[in-house]
Every structure is written in C-alpha cells, then in structure tokens.
C-alpha cells in the first residue's frame, strides 16, 4: 500500500510552534517534489512550502517566509514543516503532496496544488488564544 501521512497537528497559541510530518509508505519519498499545502475552512486550497527532489532548493509562500521551514529526512522517509511564530490565519487542514512531474530534476519546485497528484489526509493546525 503506497500512502502519505501527515501528523503533528494540534492547537496551539499563537506564537507557538508546531512542527509536521509527512511521512510515506511504499515508495520513496526523495524520488519527489513535495509540497505542503493548506485549506481553511469556506477558502481554496493554496500552496505553503515546497522542496524540489534533487538540490533541495526550497520555495515558501510570502506569508511564511522566515516563520515555516520545509526539511526532508531520507532516512525515515520524511518531510517536515516546522512552523514558528504562528499566527491565527495559519489555522487551516494542512497536507501534503507529491508532483507529479516524473523527470524534473533541476527544476525546483511550485506550489500550484493543481500541479500536485498523490496526497495525504490532513492534518489540522490551530493557532487561537
């Protein structure tokens, strides 16, 4: 069975930190483009962080650049997303994803959720006092 898992979720005050993992069974998740995304409730769906698959260049949408950190751990199959400083409008279910481009290696990453093909459940993250 080939699945992705997110876990780390929980609520939290704001200023907090919270660090989530994405963690895949059966497959290899540094054969990837992984993105993170996040949907609030009545909102779209929009794109978080991403990780590119071979340089591990990162790209992270405005709103969180110097607050969340997208990391991979090839030993465990992981990706991470520590989330500092978090804010209320952070609250929202956050997933993650595999690209789904095959051979695009050099090519960094984007965080189109339209651009992304196997996804996990979701995890929830409040930030609320």
């Known amino acids: 069975q080939v699945q992705l898992v997110e876990s780390g979720g929980g609520l939290v005050q704001p200023g907090g930190s919270l660090r989530l993992s994405c963690a895949a069974s059966?497959?290899?998740?540094?054969?990837?483009?992984i993105g993170w995304f996040r949907q609030a409730p009545g909102k779209e769906r929009e794109g978080v962080s991403c990780?590119?698959?071979?340089?591990?260049?990162?790209y992270y949408r405005d709103s969180v650049k110097g607050r969340f950190t997208i990391s991979r751990d090839k030993a465990v199959n992981t990706v991470y997303l520590q989330m500092n400083s978090l804010k209320p409008e952070d609250t929202a279910v956050y997933y993650c994803?595999?690209?789904?481009?095959?051979?695009?290696?050099?090519?960094?990453?984007?965080?189109?959720?339209?651009?992304?093909?196997?996804w996990g459940q979701g995890t929830q993250v409040t930030a609320s006092s």
């Open positions: 059966g497959f290899t998740l540094d054969n990837y483009v």
């Open positions: 990780i590119s698959k071979s340089d591990g260049s990162t």
């Open positions: 994803a595999t690209h789904s481009c095959v051979d695009c290696s050099g090519y960094g990453c984007a965080i189109d959720p339209t651009e992304y093909d196997f």
